[in-house]
C-alpha cells in the first residue's frame, strides 16, 4: 500500500529535507515560526530548526521579499512564504524588478537562487483581494520560475528542485489542496533515497486518445473528474497533461499529446486575460495547426473580480460540468 | 569652510583615530580617487553630448568624497550597494574606467556586458552588488546582504547608498525596521544633494528639524548627520556607524549632505531652474569636495599644486583613454540576448534543459 500524504505534509517533508541538506537554506515569513505557518505548511519546523533558519517576518513583503533576495546574492537559499500570493503585489518591485533582472544587467555575474512559495488561488470566499492567481503575470518575465503543483507527490519534489533551482522560483500553491491526500513514497522506497521532480517537465495524469485537458495547479483536479464523466457519460476519453511548471513550459508534452488526440482544451483558474491558455493555444496553432481537428478552446474562471458570496463564486471557477459541455462542443 | 590660512588643527575630525592613521600617500590616493571619479564623468558627460551614450547618464560630480570617504574605510566582509548615480561607487570600489566606460557606451567590453548601462554596474568580486535603477528598490537587498553577513557569521557590514528622493518610498522605511528588528549589520548612507530630481527636500519630505536622519528615532536606530564636503568627517562618521555594525550587529541610518554640480541626469532641462544659478555657484565654488581636500593637503604639506596638476592630469588622461577602449570596442553580439537570463540555462544544467524557458517568435 502506497503511502498517503497530504499536499501540506509533503510540502512540508520537501522543506524539512532540504533544511537538512543544506544549512543555507531558511525559511522566512508571516506566521512560519512561533505560530507554526498560517495554512499549517511549516508546522514544526520552527521547533526542530530553531530561531536561525525559521524566521518570522512582520507584514512587510517588500521588505522581508527584498532581504530574501539580497541575502540570496550572498548564497543564502530563502524560501519565503507569502501567506497568499495575492500579498506577491506589495513586493511586485521586488520580486519582478530586483529578482528577475539583477542577473540579466549584471551580464551574469549575479544569480538570484531564491524560492518564494505560497497559496494563489481562489475559490475560498475570501474575495478579491486574497484571491488572486498571479502565474501568468509572473510567467511574463524572463529570468522567473513559475512552478504550480497539483498534487501532494510534486508538491515534494517541485519544492525540492525548486529550492535547488540557482534561479528564482516563484512556487504558486492552493489553499484548496492543502488537505488533499495523494500517494508520496518515503524515501527508503526509492531507489534515488529521496523524490526530485524536475522543474520544466509535465506529467500525463490521465491517458486519453479523444482530447487533451491541459491544465495546472488545482484545475488538474477539475480536469480528472471531467475526463472520468466524459469517459463514464459519453465514451470520450481525455488525456489530462498537467503543466507542473508554467515557465519553463513542456511545449513537447503539449505538443505530443495534442498531435495524439487533434483536440485540446485549456483549463486553469486564471483570469482569461493573456492568460496561460493564450499562451498555450497559440503555440498549439503555431506548431500543430495541421493536426487539430478543432479549435483550442480556453475555460478559464469569470472575467471579474473574485465574487465573495459562496455559491456565485463558485460559479466563476471552471467545474468538470463546464469541461464536460465544452468538450462535448468539439468531441 | 577652510581655506589655505586655515591650520590643520582647525580641520574638524582631522584627530579622529580612523583619520590619524592615513600616511601622506593614502590621503593623496583618496584625492585621486576622487579626481579619477570626476575627470571619468567629465568624459562621459563629452561623449554623451557626442552621442555615443544612450539612455540617462546620473552624474556624481560634487558627491565624490561621499563615495570615496566611506568606501575607503571598508574590509574583505564588507560590502557596499547603492542606486543609479552609481559610477562613482564603481571606481571607488576597484573596477576600472575602462569596463565602465564601455558599459556606458553599451559595448561588449563592459562591466556588464552592455546590458546594464550607467545606472546598472555590478561587480561581486569586489563586494558590488549594484547599481540599481529604481528609487529605493535597493534598500531591501542591502538589509538582505546584511542578513547574509549575519547568517554566515561574518564580522563585517553593508553600506547601502540612497539619494533624499529615496527616503520616502515605503521599501526603504520597510528595510529600517526589519534592519533594526532583526538586527542586521548594514549602515544607510543617505547622500542628500537637496533635491529629488527636480523637487527640493522641503518639497518632499516632512521631517524632524535634526534632518532626515533623525526619522531613524522611530526604528530606533543610530542616526547622524555629517558634512559631505569633507573628507576626515565623512571616514569618522561613516567609521562610526561601521564599527556599531561590526561590533554590536547594529544598523546605522547617516545623512551625508552634499550637492551634486549638474541635473539630476545630463537630461534634466530644469537643473538651472529648481535651483538658481547662484546656489549651484556657491556649492562649486565653496563646498566642492575635491577642491576642500586639496586645500586640506596643502595646508598640511603632503600636497602642492603641482602635484595635484598632475593627479587632474593623469586622471583625464585615463579617462580619454577608457572612452577610446569604448569606442573601438564591438557592441555585443546579437546572440547575447538570451545569455543571462537564467543561471540554469547557461550553464547548461539539466534544469536549464527541462522546459521552454523564451517564448519568442
Not at chain 2, 26 to 34: H, S, T, V
Not at chain 2, 59 to 79: F, M, P, R, T
Not at chain 2, 182 to 191: A, G, K, M
Request: aromatic share 8%; proline share 4%.
Amino acid at each position: 500500500m502506497p503511502r498517503e500524504i497530504t499536499y501540506r505534509e509533503a510540502l512540508r517533508e520537501g522543506l524539512d529535507e532540504e533544511l537538512a541538506r543544506d544549512e543555507n537554506v531558511v525559511i522566512i515569513g508571516e506566521e512560519v515560526a512561533e505560530y507554526n505557518g498560517a495554512y499549517k505548511v511549516t508546522e514544526g519546523l520552527w521547533k526542530k530548526w530553531g530561531d536561525k533558519r525559521i524566521i518570522d517576518a512582520p507584514i512587510s513583503e517588500a521588505g522581508f521579499i527584498g532581504i530574501g533576495i539580497g541575502a540570496s546574492m550572498l548564497g543564502v537559499r530563502p524560501v519565503m512564504e507569502l501567506m497568499f500570493y495575492s500579498f506577491a503585489y506589495v513586493a511586485f518591485d521586488q520580486m519582478m524588478n530586483n529578482a528577475a533582472t539583477c542577473r540579466y544587467m549584471s551580464g551574469g555575474l549575479i544569480n538570484v537562487p531564491i524560492v518564494v512559495r505560497g497559496p494563489a488561488n481562489g475559490g475560498t470566499n475570501v474575495g478579491a483581494t486574497h484571491s488572486h492567481t498571479p502565474e501568468n503575470i509572473f510567467a511574463n518575465m524572463p529570468g522567473l520560475k513559475v512552478v504550480t503543483p497539483s498534487d501532494a507527490h510534486d508538491a515534494k519534489g517541485l519544492i525540492k528542485s525548486a529550492i535547488r533551482d540557482n534561479d528564482p522560483v516563484y512556487f504558486m500553491e492552493s489553499t484548496v489542496l492543502y488537505g488533499l491526500t495523494g500517494s508520496v513514497p518515503s524515501n527508503d522506497e526509492l531507489e534515488e533515497g529521496e523524490l526530485i521532480v524536475p522543474i520544466g517537465k509535465a506529467k500525463v495524469k490521465r491517458e486519453g486518445a479523444d482530447l487533451t485537458l491541459i491544465a495546472h495547479g488545482r484545475a488538474v483536479v477539475t480536469c480528472l473528474a471531467a475526463a472520468e464523466t466524459l469517459a463514464d457519460k459519453h465514451n470520450i476519453h481525455a488525456e489530462v497533461l498537467d503543466l507542473r511548471s508554467i515557465r519553463p513550459l513542456d511545449e513537447e508534452a503539449i505538443m505530443a499529446s495534442v498531435r495524439k488526440t487533434h483536440r485540446a482544451i485549456c483549463v486553469e483558474e486564471n483570469k482569461p486575460f493573456c492568460g496561460v491558455g493564450a499562451q498555450i493555444s497559440s503555440m498549439i496553432m503555431e506548431q500543430a495547426f495541421d493536426d487539430l481537428d478543432a479549435p483550442v478552446l480556453r475555460i478559464t474562471s469569470a472575467d471579474a473580480p473574485a465574487f465573495y458570496s459562496p455559491p456565485i463564486e463558485k460559479l466563476q471557477l471552471p467545474d468538470p460540468d463546464e469541461i464536460v459541455a465544452r468538450a462535448l462542443t468539439i468531441c | 569652510m577652510a581655506s589655505k590660512s586655515v591650520p590643520q588643527s582647525l580641520v574638524p575630525f582631522a584627530d579622529a583615530p580612523i583619520n590619524q592613521s592615513l600616511t601622506a600617500a593614502d590621503k593623496i590616493d583618496l584625492l585621486r580617487q576622487m579626481v579619477r571619479i570626476r575627470r571619468f564623468e567629465q568624459v562621459s558627460l563629452k561623449h554623451y553630448h557626442l552621442g555615443s551614450i544612450g539612455g540617462f547618464l546620473h552624474l556624481y560630480i560634487g558627491q565624490e568624497s561621499v563615495a570615496v570617504g566611506s568606501i575607503s574605510l571598508l574590509g574583505e566582509n564588507d560590502h557596499i550597494i547603492t542606486a543609479y548615480r552609481d559610477h562613482g561607487h564603481a571606481l571607488s570600489v576597484g573596477m576600472n574606467m575602462n569596463e565602465c566606460m564601455a558599459e556606458l557606451f553599451g559595448k561588449a567590453t563592459g562591466c556588464s556586458k552592455g546590458k546594464g548601462g550607467s545606472m546598472h554596474y555590478f561587480a561581486p568580486d569586489k563586494n558590488y552588488w549594484g547599481g540599481h535603477g529604481i528609487v529605493a528598490g535597493q534598500t531591501p537587498l542591502g538589509a538582505g546582504l546584511a542578513f547574509a553577513i549575519k547568517y554566515k557569521g561574518l564580522k563585517g557590514c553593508c553600506l547601502c547608498y540612497l539619494g533624499d528622493g529615496a527616503v520616502n518610498q515605503g521599501a526603504f522605511h520597510e528595510a529600517l525596521n526589519l534592519a533594526s528588528l532583526w538586527s542586521l549589520p548594514v549602515v544607510y548612507i543617505i547622500e542628500n544633494n537637496g533635491y529629488s530630481m527636480g523637487t527640493s527636500q522641503a518639497r518632499s519630505s516632512a521631517f524632524p528639524k535634526e534632518g532626515l536622519a533623525a526619522r531613524a528615532e522611530g526604528y530606533n536606530m543610530d542616526w547622524d548627520v555629517i558634512d559631505g564636503v569633507s573628507l576626515y568627517e565623512i571616514r569618522a562618521g561613516v567609521q562610526k556607524a561601521v564599527e556599531r555594525a561590526h561590533e554590536q550587529c547594529r544598523p546605522t541610518l547617516l545623512e551625508i549632505d552634499t550637492y551634486r554640480h549638474k541635473g539630476h541626469s545630463v537630461a534634466d532641462a530644469n537643473a538651472e531652474k529648481y535651483r538658481t544659478k547662484e546656489e549651484i555657484q556657491e556649492y562649486m565654488n565653496k563646498h566642492d569636495p575635491i577642491e576642500f581636500w586639496k586645500s586640506t593637503l596643502i595646508d598640511e604639506g603632503v600636497l602642492s599644486e603641482d602635484d595635484y596638476k598632475a593627479i587632474h592630469k593623469e586622471a583625464g588622461a585615463e579617462a580619454d583613454a577608457a572612452a577610446e577602449f569604448a569606442i573601438k570596442s564591438p557592441f555585443p553580439d546579437e546572440s547575447e540576448i538570451f545569455d543571462d537570463v537564467y543561471w540554469e540555462v547557461d550553464n547548461n544544467t539539466e534544469a536549464g534543459r527541462s522546459g521552454r524557458h523564451f517564448f519568442h517568435g
